[in-house]
C-alpha cells in the first residue's frame, strides 16, 4: 500500500515537471512567433496551434502534482466546523465523489483517443495536426490523476494524512 | 420538470457538492456529468471530452498561464520589496505616507501580476512589519493591504478579464483598459479612507529620524522603472490592437524572467524552477476549473436552463437599476464563496446578454463584476487575502485583519455605485482610446 502511494507520488511529481517544461516551451514559442511575425514579418503556421494543444496537454498532464501538493480550491466551510470523525467521512465522500469525475474523464479520454487514431483524424487547419497526438493528454492526465485519488484515499484510510489537511490545532 | 425547476435542483446538488470540500473544478464537473447521465442516460457522455477538450482549445487562454508567469517571475523577486522601498523613500514625509506607500506599491505591482493573492503577499511581507514597527494599529495596515491586493484583477493585466473576455466574447484589451481608472479610482478611495482615519483618530505615525536624499531617492529608481516600461509595452500593445493578449503576454513573461535574472541575479536553476512550478500550479488550477466549466454550462445549456433563466428574469421587467441591484447582491453573495474565475464561468454567459438588454455596456459590466469579486477576496468565509495576510503575520488574529479590512470593502461598495451614476469611469479610457465600441 505504501509502496502504491510512493509509486504514485512519483508519477504525479513526473507528470508536474512535464507540465512545467510545457510551460516554459510555450513561452519560447510564442515570443519566438512574435519576433517572425512583426519583426520578420513572416506567416506563421504551426505556432499558435501548438501553443495551444501544449498548454491544454500541461493542463492535464499537470493536474495530478497539483492534487499532490493540495493546489486545487475548494470550499473548506464545512469540514473547519465538523468534528474529526465526521470530517473524516466527508473527506471521504469528497475524494470518492472527485475520483468518479476523474475516472469517468479519463475513460472517455482513452475512447476519443482510440477514435482518432483509428480514424486517424487531423486538426482543420493549414499545420493539419494528427489529433491522437493532444487527444493523448486527457487519458494520460485524468488517468494519473485517478491514480492519485486512490493514493489520497488510501492515504486518507491509513490515517497517514489528516481529512482536508486540517489538523486538531488548526482547529483551535 | 420545467427547465428552470430543474436550474433550482442543478444549484442545490451544485452547492450540496461544493460544501463536501472536493476541488471546485471536479464539483463542476461531477455535477455536470450526473444530470446528464440522470436525465439523458450514459449515451450522453459520448460527446464529453470533446466538450472539455473544446473548452479549452482557445488560443486566447494562453494569455492567462503568460500573464500568471510574468507575475511569479516578479513576485520571486525583492521587486515587490524595491517598489514599495521607491515609493516610500518619495513619500515619507506624507502623514500615513507609509500607508500610501504601501497602496500605491499594491496597485503598481497590481498592474504587474494580475493576481490578488501575490500582490497581497509581495507588498504585505515587507510594508506590514514596517507599519507595526512605526506603530500604526494592527487592523488599518492589514486591512490595508489586504484591500490594495484585490486591485490585481482589476488593474490590468487581469486573470479574471481575460476569463470574462473570453466567456462572454467581449474584447480583452477593451476590457483591460477598462479597468485601469476604475483601479485608480478605488486605489485613491483606499488612500482617501487611510488618511481620514490617520486623521481622524490622531496618529502621530512617528516619521523617525530617517530622511532621504534626492540621490537616494533617484538611485532605487532604476531597479523598477523597467517593470514599469514592461507594463506600458503591454498595455500599449494591446490597446493599439498591435498584438493580442496571448502574445503580449508572452512576451511579457520571457522580459520579466529575463529583467529577474539580471537586476536580481537569480541564476540559481532551482530558483528558476520555482518560478515555473508557482505558475504551473496556479494555472493548471484555473484552467482546469475553466474546463470543467465548460462541461458544466454545456449541461444547462443542452437542458435549456440557461436560456430558461434569462428570459425569465427579461420578463420580470423590473427596471433596469433594480436589476443591477438583484444582479450585484447575487455576484457578491457568490464571489464570497467561489473563486472569481468560477463565479465568472458559471454567471458571465447568461448575465451579460440581460445586462445588455437592459441597456448597459458589457465592458462596463466586466469592471463591477470584478470589483464585486474583489470584495469577495476580504470577505469570510472564503477571503482569499484575509488567508494570506493571516499567513504573512500570524500574530495578528483573523478577527483584526476582517474589522480593519471592513471601511476598504465600503470603499468598493462605494466604488460600484460611484460607476454606476457614472459609467463612463470605465468606459471614456477604452472609448477614448479604441474608438466607440460596436455591438
Known amino acids: ?172 | 420538470m420545467s427547465p428552470l425547476e430543474l436550474g433550482i435542483l442543478v444549484a442545490v446538488v451544485l452547492i450540496i457538492v461544493l460544501l463536501t470540500g472536493a476541488p471546485v473544478a471536479f464539483s463542476l464537473g461531477i455535477v455536470a456529468l450526473g444530470f446528464l447521465v440522470a436525465i439523458e442516460g450514459p449515451g450522453s457522455l459520448t460527446i464529453i471530452a470533446e466538450t472539455f477538450f473544446g473548452g479549452l482549445n482557445e488560443f486566447a487562454l494562453l494569455s492567462i498561464p503568460m500573464f500568471i508567469l510574468m507575475g511569479a517571475a516578479i513576485a520571486s523577486s525583492r521587486a515587490g520589496s524595491d517598489l514599495y522601498e521607491a515609493l516610500e523613500r518619495w513619500f515619507y514625509r506624507v502623514p500615513g505616507g507609509l500607508l500610501i506607500s504601501n497602496l500605491g506599491a499594491c496597485s503598481i505591482f497590481a498592474a504587474l501580476s494580475g493576481s490578488s493573492p501575490a500582490t497581497c503577499a509581495a507588498i504585505g511581507k515587507m510594508g506590514i512589519p514596517e507599519m507595526q514597527k512605526r506603530g500604526y494599529p494592527n487592523g488599518l495596515s492589514t486591512g490595508a493591504i489586504a484591500a490594495g491586493g484585490t486591485l490585481g484583477i482589476l488593474i490590468p493585466p487581469s486573470i479574471t478579464m481575460i476569463v470574462y473576455g473570453i466567456a462572454t466574447e467581449t474584447s480583452i484589451g477593451r476590457l483591460f483598459i477598462a479597468g485601469l481608472l476604475p483601479g485608480l479610482m478605488l486605489t485613491a478611495l483606499f488612500m482617501a479612507w487611510s488618511l481620514f482615519y490617520a486623521h481622524r483618530k490622531g496618529f502621530r505615525f512617528n516619521i523617525g529620524d530617517t530622511v532621504y536624499s534626492w540621490r537616494q531617492k533617484i538611485e532605487i529608481l532604476p531597479k523598477i522603472l523597467p517593470f514599469l516600461f514592461i507594463i506600458a509595452m503591454i498595455l500599449w500593445a494591446l490597446y493599439g490592437g498591435v498584438a493580442t493578449p496571448s502574445e503580449a503576454a508572452g512576451v511579457g513573461a520571457l522580459f520579466c524572467i529575463v529583467l529577474v535574472v539580471v537586476i536580481y541575479k537569480m541564476w540559481n536553476p532551482a530558483g528558476l524552477w520555482e518560478i515555473v512550478r508557482v505558475a504551473m500550479r496556479e494555472s493548471v488550477m484555473i484552467m482546469m476549473i475553466i474546463g470543467t466549466a465548460a462541461l458544466f454550462s454545456y449541461m444547462m445549456s443542452n437542458f435549456y436552463i440557461t436560456q430558461s433563466l434569462a428570459e425569465w428574469i427579461a420578463g420580470l421587467e423590473v427596471s433596469p437599476w433594480l436589476l443591477l441591484f438583484y444582479v450585484n447582491i447575487f455576484l457578491l453573495i457568490a464571489g464570497l464563496f467561489l473563486p472569481p474565475v468560477a463565479v465568472i464561468l458559471m454567471t458571465a454567459p447568461t448575465l451579460v446578454p440581460i445586462i445588455e438588454q437592459a441597456g448597459y455596456d458589457p465592458i462596463w459590466f466586466g469592471v463591477v463584476l470584478t470589483i464585486n469579486m474583489e470584495i469577495g477576496l476580504i470577505t469570510p468565509p472564503v477571503g482569499l487575502n484575509l488567508y494570506v495576510i493571516n499567513g504573512i503575520v500570524p500574530d495578528v488574529k483573523l478577527p483584526t485583519i476582517l474589522w480593519g479590512a471592513l471601511p476598504f470593502m465600503l470603499c468598493m461598495v462605494l466604488g460600484i455605485i460611484l460607476l454606476m451614476l457614472f459609467p463612463g469611469i470605465a468606459t471614456w479610457l477604452p472609448d477614448h482610446l479604441m474608438g466607440a465600441a460596436q455591438y
Open chain 1, 1 to 172: 500500500m505504501n509502496a502504491y502511494i510512493r509509486f504514485v507520488a512519483i508519477l504525479s511529481c513526473l507528470c508536474g515537471i512535464a507540465a512545467g517544461a510545457m510551460l516554459v516551451i510555450s513561452v519560447l514559442v510564442v515570443c519566438q512567433m512574435v519576433a517572425l511575425r512583426y519583426i520578420l514579418v513572416e506567416p506563421t503556421i504551426w505556432q499558435t496551434e501548438f501553443v495551444t494543444y501544449l498548454l491544454l496537454s500541461a493542463t492535464f498532464v499537470g493536474a495530478p502534482y497539483l492534487l499532490l501538493t493540495k493546489g486545487h480550491v475548494n470550499v473548506d466551510l464545512v469540514p473547519i466546523y465538523l468534528k474529526p470523525r465526521a470530517r473524516f467521512v466527508l473527506a471521504l465522500v469528497a475524494s470518492t465523489l472527485s475520483l468518479l469525475f476523474c475516472a469517468t474523464i479519463a475513460w472517455l479520454g482513452v475512447q476519443l483517443w482510440l477514435e482518432a487514431w483509428e480514424n486517424s483524424w487531423y486538426s482543420d487547419s493549414m499545420w493539419e495536426v494528427r489529433l491522437w497526438i493532444p487527444y493523448l493528454a486527457m487519458p494520460i492526465g485524468f488517468g494519473v490523476l485517478s491514480l492519485q485519488y486512490i493514493a489520497d484515499l488510501f492515504s486518507l484510510i491509513l490515517r497517514h494524512e489528516m481529512p482536508f489537511g486540517i489538523s486538531e490545532e488548526d482547529v483551535e
